[in-house]
């Protein structure tokens, strides 16, 4: 099983190295005319461990500080990587044209190095910015069924906070700050709360304040994949359910005194994990009154028609972080029916959130660390 696993990684890895090599070999241009006597045996050193540094710091490294140092630089390396993708390619397509017109020199070099350099930069500057400044984003819809007396429902979705050795506390007061102001009715946590490893939740006390989050007929959570890698699901169900916050494992929920139902659906990946895979939506529903609002959780946004045709109202989910940073918000455009926003499906409002936090580099560029803020209106009363 470990063999296989590892040759089916092997050509990533390949092509990965490649890539690195090349983004440092053009790096090595550019300073090999600012210092021409740099140590190019230290230099690739550097380089090497910089690439593999995610990969060992998820190996048994003792102390334990220098395995969660070497994730933490290595999820960095992740944005410097693709950038400095990106940029080499420009780079080295000026070059070309720079020598086949006659004027390229040491200084055309420091020059593309220099504008190479300054626009990595800035983009991991903005995308630090876009990461850790989150923001809220309404909407209102209108769910054609009434909800007893409920005229109306204030409900907040916060998906992806990825807590953990990067996304720490100092976010997550931003997000309990953010909740007190906004003063749901129903808080709903889509998925991925945690980034893997339950371990620095418990030593940073996290889960201390997740239970100071408040709504007004609760808050409730469903798993995503990331709880399902790092192997504590079942104890991050227990502590979640320590703090007065159920996780619904395709489970349904009755809220304010039954006037609206809620689902929520196990996480896609259990179908592979676990030996009984997640029920259908249509199985989760089908003991539920259909006259009353229906709202799903469902962490990763697929199966929007079985779920509309299922007679859910509000299906809500995240998972994509809209790529996170661009350009990769163009490959999950085609990957998902929707990847971010909203869509209507019949009579179904689909929700995706690009996320509170971040997987590997806090940087968001072409998305925005968010809170969903959704006015939902029921169908009044027939006078």
Do not use: C
Request: zero cysteines; hydrophobic letters at 50%.
């Amino acid at each position: 099983m470990t063999r296989r696993i590892l040759l089916s990684f092997l050509p990533i890895l390949l092509v990965y190295g490649a890539l690195s090599w090349y983004a440092g070999w053009n790096a090595s241009i550019f300073l090999g005319e600012l210092w021409p006597a740099y140590p190019k045996a230290v230099y690739w050193v550097v380089i090497a461990l910089l690439a593999l540094s995610f990969i060992l710091g998820r190996t048994k490294f003792k102390p334990k500080p220098l395995s969660r140092l070497l994730k933490v630089i290595g999820s960095y390396y992740f944005a410097v990587f693709e950038y400095a993708i990106i940029l080499s390619i420009a780079a080295d397509l000026a070059a070309g044209a720079a020598k086949l017109f006659g004027f390229y020199s040491s200084g055309f070099v420091l020059a593309t190095g220099g504008v190479a350099l300054g626009l990595l930069v800035l983009l991991l500057a903005i995308g630090s910015w876009n990461a850790w400044s989150p923001i809220v984003r309404p909407y209102e819809v209108t769910v054609e069924k009434k909800a007893g007396n409920l005229d109306k429902l204030e409900l907040v979705v916060v998906s992806d906070i990825h807590l953990g050795n990067i996304v720490g506390n100092r976010h997550l007061d931003r997000l309990l700050n953010a909740i007190n102001n906004l003063k749901p009715d129903l808080l709903l946590l889509a998925g991925d709360v945690m980034d893997e490893d339950i371990e620095p939740l418990v030593r940073n006390r996290m889960f201390d304040r997740l239970a100071k989050l408040r709504a007004r007929f609760g808050t409730y959570a469903v798993l995503g994949n990331h709880e399902y890698y790092g192997g504590h699901a079942d104890e991050f169900v227990r502590r979640m359910k320590g703090i007065g916050i159920p996780v619904l494992l395709d489970e349904t929920a009755a809220i304010a005194d039954g006037r609206i139902q809620l689902v929520g659906r196990k996480d896609k990946t259990a179908e592979a994990m676990e030996k009984e895979g997640r029920l259908p939506m249509r199985e989760l529903v089908s003991a539920l009154d259909p006259s009353l609002p229906i709202i799903a959780m469902d962490h990763q946004p697929y199966q929007y028609a079985a779920a509309a045709e299922a007679g859910v109202d509000l299906l809500l989910s995240g998972h994509t972080h809209r790529g996170q940073f661009a350009p990769n918000h163009w490959i999950t455009r085609r990957l998902f029916e929707l990847d971010w926003g909203y869509l209507k499906k019949g009579s179904m409002h689909a929700f995706v959130s690009s996320g509170f936090g971040t997987w590997g580099p806090p940087i968001r560029l072409a998305s925005r660390s968010e809170i969903i803020q959704i006015r939902v209106y029921f169908k009044e009363d027939m006078v």
